[in-house]
């Protein structure tokens, strides 16, 4: 009997023989789709869960769970590929992105594009399994993910777009859960929304100084030496709406102690980005995978 590492070192070797372009390519598929860097996954992940928990008033349906969390992950990926498929050419000319796969030529505009659609079309395959809601709803998420790379071509909010784009799975977890969408759920939808236009716009601030000299436009831009004030505020009205929320949906004590612990956050993020250094921008951005932990424990405590 073959040992499992033995088993599974023939298994990647027929692979590799079978599909040898692919295989040539597959970590640069990886760095395409940030598979090495889950944080957006996280992001996008805390406040759908955490929608699906409030709209089940408890654990959910574990079929509907198990799709969300896919779905998060493979949407999250569509939207990276899609991403580097429009900035092909900018990416290039910043310090930051200038290794991504298409910057470096490790894969072609095709790669991405046809990464795109696989990814898409396993979320879609994954809606299915929902209800006639949820599958209409899928069609705005494909529509926003795909239109939010081009948006910072046209507009200085592209970090609008990216909030509806990162909001849209609140809306589906409860029309997965009930089959419907209390106007409530839209209140935690506006909140998400400004929690993501204020921590990309923390990401922008990396590449402020970038995105000027080659005509990329962003929110860090747009709110210039207002960028702190305008991200505090933006964060302030967050909790406000979470809070707001909370209310409309009855939800106990510790959901309320987890707000104030992620407005301690909030403000450790801007003693980070006092000095607008990009090494510190970006830990600030990071910082934001714990306000979205700490408020789902909030939530899943309410339930308890």
Avoid at 125 to 147: E, H, K, P, R, S
Avoid at 164 to 180: D, K, N, R, Y
């Amino acid at each position: 009997m073959s040992k499992p590492g033995t088993l599974w070192s023939d298994l990647e070797k027929k692979f590799r023989a079978r599909f040898p372009e692919f295989s040539a390519k597959l970590p640069a598929f990886i760095e395409l789709t940030r598979f090495d860097r889950p944080i957006g996954i996280f992001l996008l992940l805390w406040p759908t869960i955490g929608a699906l928990w409030i709209a089940a008033e408890g654990f959910p349906d574990f079929d509907l769970f198990l799709i969300f969390v896919l779905g998060t992950t493979v949407m999250r990926a569509a939207g990276c590929a899609v991403n580097d498929f429009a900035d092909y050419k900018i990416d290039g000319h910043v310090s930051r992105t200038e290794k991504r796969p298409l910057a470096r030529g490790a894969l072609t505009r095709r790669d991405a594009f046809v990464c795109f659609l696989f990814f898409s079309t396993l979320g879609f395959v994954l809606v299915l399994f929902t209800n006639t809601l949820t599958i209409q709803l899928a069609f705005g998420a494909i529509v926003v993910v795909a239109a939010y790379p081009f948006m910072k071509r046209f507009t200085n909010l592209p970090q609008v777009v990216l909030g509806v784009a990162f909001s849209w799975g609140i809306l589906m977890a409860f029309s997965a859960q009930t089959e419907s969408i209390p106007s409530a759920a839209f209140l935690l939808f506006v909140a998400n929304a400004l929690w993501t236009v204020a921590y990309d716009t923390e990401y922008a601030m990396v590449d402020r100084e970038f995105d000027k000299e080659i005509g990329v436009k962003s929110t860090a831009i747009l709110f210039g030496e207002a960028d702190k004030l305008m991200i505090g505020s933006l964060q302030a009205m967050f909790i406000i709406a979470m809070w707001l929320a909370g209310n409309r949906f009855e939800l106990a004590t510790p959901y309320y102690i987890s707000l104030v612990v992620a407005s301690g956050l909030l403000a450790y993020q801007q003693f980070l980005i006092k000095d607008r250094t990009p090494g510190f921008c970006f830990r600030a951005f990071l910082n934001n995978n714990w306000v979205g932990a700490v408020i789902f424990i909030g939530i899943f405590l309410s339930y308890l």
